[in-house]
Structure formats: structure tokens, C-alpha cells
């Protein structure tokens, strides 16, 4: 049975850490509040195909975040421009509704992309440039 971005993103939108797949060649993307911040966690490939529901799932999880996002992409494996463009327009989205969008954690091929697209520096975070181990934003290893 296939998933619809209808049913992806209400299943991102409870309370509860939830995962799903649109398709089962897609990714997983994990959403979950942590203190006043929601967090989007993403494993797998984030394409054109793809998109559209990648879209829906985080503007729902930025309406519902107070204080904004913490993005954790460090197993993301890959994401083109169409990927980036939701990334930027949600970010667009945050900064409207007085919240912010956090890079807390980078895969290589993501990192490559900001670097290429000259784009790094829109989003606030803990890496900067650098692969970061996978950790909540905020915290440093001890």
C-alpha cells in the first residue's frame, strides 16, 4: 500500500516521535519535540520525487514548533535542488513566524551542497562547514 503526502505529514504532525515513508524508496523523516523546538531528523535521500511532501511535512512541523527547528541530516545520503529549495523556503516560513531553522548535524553530501550553493550561512546552527557528530543542537561532546 502506498503512502500518501496527505497521510505522511499528518503522521509527522502528532505528538509522539512518529516515522514514515511516501514511498518505500524514499525517506524516513523523524519529527519530535524537544523542549520548545521541534526536531526533524531525515534518513535517506531527499529528491524531486520526494519534495512536495518533504515540503508539507516540515511547514507543518514549523507551524507546529514554538520556538522553530533543529534540523539533523547527518544520515541524510542525498539531496538535490529540489531538496535545498524546501530547506530554504521553510527556513523563509520560520524566519516569517519569528522562529528559526538550526542545522545541528550535516552529512558529507549535504555540507558539499551548502558549500557549492554557497548557502551554509543561512542557517544557523552548531557545524558551520564541518561534519558534526550526531547530537542534539546545543550540546558539545564532553
Do not use: Q
Not at 500518501?4 to 505528538?15: G, V
Not at 548535524?105 to 550561512?121: I, K, M, N, Q, W
Request: charged fraction near 25%; include cysteine.
Amino acid at each position: 500500500m502506498e503512502t500518501t503526502n496527505a497521510t505522511w505529514t499528518s503522521l509527522l504532525m502528532s505528538r509522539a516521535s512518529r516515522h514514515t515513508r511516501i514511498a518505500p524508496s524514499a525517506p524516513v523523516v523523524e519529527v519530535f519535540e524537544r523542549g520548545d523546538r521541534t526536531v526533524v531528523r531525515v534518513y535517506g535521500e531527499i529528491d524531486f520525487d520526494v519534495a512536495p511532501g518533504f515540503d508539507e511535512a516540515l511547514h507543518a512541523a514549523v507551524g507546529r514548533s514554538i520556538s522553530g527547528l533543529d534540523l539533523e541530516l547527518g544520515a541524510m545520503t542525498f539531496c538535490d535542488g529540489a531538496g535545498l529549495r524546501v530547506l530554504l523556503r521553510v527556513r523563509r516560513a520560520a524566519l516569517e513566524a519569528d522562529k528559526t531553522v538550526r542545522l545541528c548535524s550535516a552529512s558529507a553530501p549535504f555540507e558539499r551542497l551548502l558549500r557549492v550553493t554557497r548557502t551554509h550561512g543561512l542557517f544557523a546552527g552548531d557545524i558551520g562547514l564541518e561534519s558534526a557528530p550526531d547530537r542534539p543542537c546545543g550540546t558539545r561532546e564532553t
